[in-house]
């Protein structure tokens, strides 16, 4: 059924709209699909394998990819905070399928619709890292720069592809109560130049961050 839905051509438009790298496109692919190798999905792949299918964010719920990625209390206050800042609010939903439908209908203005999807993306991809630091190098969650490092990425990707208002989203960004000075001098000063890094990827601090 998931498969199927998504599968449809609101996903696929969705998805393949060429604003993030193309890793991060593949990646929501692939949890729409439910395939991203959270615990209950590598159990349902592997039945013979026994481990703890415990959240590693929160220890308390088992990992699905729509608690981890959605219903998950440390995931949910990253999607609060990020919908927040462009003033919007919603409670959540029960599955990453049904954000993903609703995603789009609820963008605060038309004109920004594709930094909106855009937004998307990023939270999926930074909550995906913010996992996999506490699993594999036993870090702790930093709220406030896991946020602040959505809010780069968004400002750095907007600004290759140079969609919408820039205003709109350099003053969303410059208003970021826990964005640091560097971080906001380097949103200005990004070149037009910019080099695509296709990963995604992040050195894990604020003022050095992949793009
Ligand atoms: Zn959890």
Not at 23 to 45: D, P
Not at 154 to 182: D, Q, R, V
């Amino acid at each position: 059924m998931e498969e199927q839905v998504a599968n449809s051509d609101n996903f696929v438009k969705f998805i393949w709209q060429g604003i993030c790298p193309p890793k991060v496109e593949n990646f929501v692919w692939q949890l729409l699909k439910e395939r991203v190798m959270v615990r209950q999905v590598i159990q349902r792949l592997y039945r013979s394998l026994v481990f703890n299918l415990e959240c590693p964010l929160c220890n308390k719920e088992e990992e699905s990819p729509s608690h981890l990625f959605l219903t998950c209390r440390w995931a949910w206050i990253i999607w609060s905070k990020c919908i927040g800042v462009w003033g919007v609010l919603s409670c959540s939903p029960k599955t990453i399928m049904e954000w993903a439908a609703g995603w789009t209908y609820l963008c605060p203005t038309p004109s920004s619709d594709r930094v909106w999807n855009m937004v998307f993306f990023v939270v999926v991809w930074m909550i995906w890292e913010f996992r996999n630091q506490k699993v594999f190098k036993e870090k702790e969650a930093d709220l406030m720069l896991a946020v602040d490092t959505i809010n780069f990425r968004i400002a750095c990707w907007y600004k290759f592809h140079g969609f919408g208002s820039k205003e709109l989203i350099t003053s969303i960004l410059l208003n970021m109560p826990g964005l640091c000075k560097e971080a906001k001098r380097r949103i200005l000063s990004i070149s037009e130049g910019l080099k695509f890094n296709v990963d995604g990827s992040s050195r894990g601090i604020q003022t050095q961050l992949g793009l």
